[in-house]
């Protein structure tokens, strides 16, 4: 899985994706969005172009087909919120 492999994700995001607050990263499972309505579109202008210079673009470090699966995944994550109680 490229969120906690080779995409590197996981570093600033953690592992379960909750995120970090000592960086500014921020939970992508609580259906929160800073950028974007929470499509998988919005996710993957996030990945792809990158956020504020700090989020990493991911556009030319993972194939097109790679960033889309990611998209899918975060989404995937946020849609969880909720089903889980
Ligand atoms: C160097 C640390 C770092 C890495 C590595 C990183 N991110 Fe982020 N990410 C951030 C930060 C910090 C933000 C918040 C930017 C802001 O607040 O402007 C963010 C924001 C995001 C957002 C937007 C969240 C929202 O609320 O709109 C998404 C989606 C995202 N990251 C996905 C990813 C994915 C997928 C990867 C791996 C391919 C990744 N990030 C790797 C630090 C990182």
């Known amino acids: 899985m490229i969120f906690h492999g080779n ?3 996981y570093d600033c995001h953690t592992a379960d994706a ?8 921020p939970d992508l499972t609580d259906g929160i969005w800073l950028y974007g309505d929470g499509s998988p579109a919005a996710m ?13 673009a ?13 998209s899918i995944f975060v989404y995937s994550l946020s849609q969880n919120v909720g089903r889980k109680k």
């Open 7 to 9: 995409g590197g994700c």
């Open 18 to 25: 909750k995120g970090d607050s000592a960086i500014g990263a």
């Open 44 to 56: 993957f202008e996030s990945i792809a172009y990158g956020r504020q210079g700090i989020c990493p």
């Open 58 to 70: 991911w556009t030319g470090k993972l194939s097109l087909p790679a960033i889309r699966e990611i």
